[in-house]
């Protein structure tokens, strides 16, 4: 088994899709997993990647699946497991959106990983928001994948990045994206219960692998550019892009949360050197230009 031979679950999306970029760069194979091979949104922007015509094999697996997950696994050295949903508009049925892929899938990943065979790492991206039902989902999960790391004898790291924008690669937008969007339109909430910092999709994708190379990173690494609150993203937006109908929001929105600019201090202290707000957010908006979304 390689030790350059590893399996990105939820390849195609918004930070999968950066994760695998990066990986065929450092001369990684990829097994990437995608929901339908057939669905070119899923597969397209994934071939047409440097490296991929020799180095990414794409698989088609379903989390709750376990025999579909296993063929995407085997021959791994190593796993980093994003395919988790993250949702910030309301949600009408939590077991099904959230609970059973979140909590059932990441089980389904940690038992075909070590049934794989020799894993020499396991990370686990659950992303840093708390509203509709997740504090459960991501509590539950930290918890069940150190339990079942520390019974099976795998090395499992977690990385819990806040939200994450910049350039797309993939034809279909993150949560964090949409956010952003929806700023540059005028959208008036205040997202309390959901934000906590930006990072950049290359520094998310930068930190898995960071995790993943260094073995003497262990535990939860929280992954953003600063602590912060929406207040000061909308307000930085509106300062960068006047033209837009960004609405003034209040700074304070998100009381009792501290800024802090070396919140993910384990991120830096492994040599990650986070790309600022102000540049994130002009990679995003000029993304969401040059896809079509605005003008």
Known sequence: MSSKVVCVTGGSGCIGSWLVHLLLDRGYTVHATVKDLKDENETKHLEALEGAETRLRLFQIDLLDYNSITAAVKGCAGVFHLASPCIVDRVYDPQKELLDPAIKGTVNVLTAAKEAGRIAGLTLN?????????????LWLRKRAWEFAKEKGLDVVVVNPGTVMGP?????????????????????ETYENFFMG?????????????????????????????????????????????EYKVPRLPRDTQPGLLRAKDGSKKLIDLGLEFIPMEQIIRDGVESLKSKGFIS
């Open 168 to 188: 797309v690669i993939s034809p279909r937008l993150n949560a964090s994206m949409l956010m952003l969007l929806r700023i540059l339109q005028g959208c008036t």
């Open 126 to 138: 659950i992303a840093s928001k708390r509203s509709y039902g997740i504090p459960y989902q991501k």
């Open 198 to 242: 930006s990072v950049h999709f290359k520094d998310v994708a930068l930190a898995h692998i960071l995790v993943y190379e260094n073995k003497s990173a262990t535990g939860r690494h929280l992954c953003v550019e600063a602590i912060s609150r929406y207040g000061d993203l909308v307000a930085k937006v509106a300062e960068l892009y006047p």
